[in-house]
């Protein structure tokens, strides 16, 4: 293994470089940082569902057990989706953005038919986090934090 050199300041010969750990925000901008926040808390919360209609089946209160299975499973299938598109924006992948804003757009239109149906916070909530995530991911600073990486050719 090869050490890097370096004069040190005085010019008095060299020395081996050390590495310095760069603050979270000295790499990625600090929008990136509030969407890898805000994906991660929507994956927590379709966790959450998952479970809560898995013990609805479970304790019997389902009327349709094989649809909330269903649902369960969905719910669990579009959090893991979210946990690993937060960590490939964390990373810096282009490919993260697409399942990311695309989920995003769904969530949306659903919480503004549910506005438009029975107004209730729960869908305010939805709304406001879909349209931040969205509009964080679409910052010059969150695209440029994705797209200096390469994908490897498929």
Same mark, same amino acid.
Request: charged share 20%; glycine share 10%; aromatic share 4%.
């Given at each position: 293994m090869q050490v890097r050199c370096s004069p040190t300041p005085?010019?008095?010969? @060299?020395? @081996?470089? $050390? @590495?310095?750990? !760069?603050?979270?925000?000295?790499?990625?901008?600090? $929008? +990136?940082?509030?969407?890898?926040?805000l994906v991660t808390v929507e994956a927590a919360a379709f966790v959450g569902l998952g479970v809560a209609w898995t013990a609805d089946v479970v304790r019997g209160a389902a009327t349709m057990p094989g649809a909330s299975l269903f649902l369960a499973a969905f719910g669990v299938g579009v959090a893991l989706l979210l946990l690993l598109a937060a960590?490939? !924006?964390?990373?810096?992948?282009?490919?993260?953005? /697409?399942?990311?804003?695309?989920?995003?757009?769904l969530l949306v239109v659903l919480s503004i038919g549910w506005l438009t149906v029975e107004p209730t916070a729960w869908a305010g909530v939805v709304l406001v986090v879909a349209? +931040?995530?969205?509009?964080?991911? +679409?910052? @010059? /600073?969150?695209?440029?934090a994705t797209a200096r990486h390469q994908d490897p050719p498929a």
């Open positions: 005085d010019g008095d010969g @060299p020395h @081996p470089r $050390v @590495p310095r750990l !760069l603050a979270v925000t000295d790499r990625r901008p600090p $929008v +990136l940082l509030v969407v890898c926040l960590r490939g !924006l964390w990373r810096g992948k282009r490919w993260a953005r /697409s399942p990311v804003i695309m989920w995003q757009i349209v +931040l995530i969205g509009v964080g991911l +679409l910052l @010059p /600073s969150a695209v440029a």
